[in-house]
């Protein structure tokens, strides 16, 4: 994959639809979010005609703060699953991704500040929708180790969702995979931010 990646949303649309270009603009994923589920579940194309599904990501659960949201292949082989810590999440987000039952590599906000000062000032009319505007969030996974691999950055835009996916170490192609799914699920936990 040529990174940096994008991922470009409408924030208006009825039904969440994601899709995922490299550095070059070619469609590495289409990203089909199910509507009115009690739980979760996305669908992952290789491009928008929908014909074939290469990863799912469903929540073993009904809406809850600390879901498990796992991955699997187009055959139903298990990929992994990433999941939200639950109270640690209200003060900056914070999720594990996981492989065989064991955290695999974390995901966590790169400035705390950035969320609270964005919750403080959603709550003043106008000045609200600058700060959300101005105020975007970036999130780091990092390996056990403490050594960074992907970032995964808000850009400002009024009408859609924009994020951009960063490399910053090279990664197996497994993990580099689990990743994208697990920055794929924030991005559709976390949209309503900046």
């Not at 949303?9 to 199910?34: E, Y």
């Not at 109270?87 to 991704?97: G, K, P, Q, T, V």
């Not at 403490?146 to 090279?170: M, S």
């Amino acid at each position: 994959m040529q990174y940096p990646l994008e991922l470009r949303f409408k924030l208006l649309a009825f039904g969440q639809r994601i899709s995922a270009t490299d550095a070059s603009g070619n469609m590495l994923m289409f990203i089909k979010q199910k509507m009115f589920k009690l739980k979760e579940k996305v669908e992952i194309y290789p491009d928008q005609n929908l014909s074939q599904v290469i990863f799912r990501i469903e929540a073993d659960r009904v809406l809850d703060f600390s879901a498990n949201y796992h991955f699997t292949d187009g055959e139903g082989n298990d990929w992994g699953a990433v999941r939200r810590k639950g109270m640690r999440s209200l003060w900056s987000a914070h999720y594990e991704i996981m492989q065989d039952g064991q955290i695999d590599m974390t995901i966590s906000e790169e400035s705390p500040m950035k969320k609270i000062l964005e919750a403080l000032l959603s709550e003043i009319p106008i000045l609200g929708f600058a700060a959300v505007y101005l105020i975007n969030p970036s999130y780091i996974i990092r390996r056990p180790d403490g050594t960074p691999v992907l970032r995964l950055v808000k850009k400002p835009a009024v009408w859609e969702g924009k994020y951009t996916i960063e490399k910053l170490a090279d990664i197996p192609e497994d993990d580099e995979l689990r990743s994208l799914m697990a920055l794929i699920m924030l991005v559709l936990l976390e949209r309503r931010r900046g």
